[in-house]
């Protein structure tokens, strides 16, 4: 079992910028992939980031290639998201995950509560 805690949303303006933390606890956490998601209001919980056990590897989907940049810190169990440039189609809850190593939410066996991101136009 692993929790996660997401922190760090909030308001910001178009092209600001925000940093996501996720706190992992209970089993290791840096046996895990971890992957960030977000869902806007109506629509499907999408891909964002993912991020290898290592940290040798990334992956980011298209829309937030060059802007977003994924990171973990093992040794202190957590994750974050920066989020450079921001656009107001970033609005969303976003969520951190933590299970195999890919772009499918399917793969995810844990998820945070969400934290919310509003970017303002």
């Excluded at 910001?12 to 996501?20: D, F, W």
């Excluded at 992939?33 to 919980?45: D, I, S, T, V």
């Excluded at 891909?47 to 040794?75: C, P």
Aim: charged share 20%.
């Amino acid at each position: 079992q692993v929790q996660l805690v997401e922190t760090g949303g909030g308001l910001v303006q178009e092209g600001g910028s925000l940093r996501l933390s996720c706190a992992a606890s209970g089993r290791t956490f840096s046996n895990y992939a971890m992957g960030w998601f977000r869902q806007a209001p109506g629509k499907e919980r999408e891909f964002v980031a993912a991020i290898n056990w290592s940290a040798t590897s990334t992956y980011y989907a298209d829309s937030v290639k060059g802007r977003f940049t994924i990171s973990r810190a093992n040794a202190e169990n957590r994750g974050y998201l920066q989020m450079n440039s921001l656009k107001p189609e970033d609005t969303a809850v976003y969520y951190c995950a933590a299970g195999g190593y890919g772009s499918n939410l399917e793969e995810y066996d844990y998820w945070g509560q969400g934290t919310r991101v509003t970017v303002s136009s």
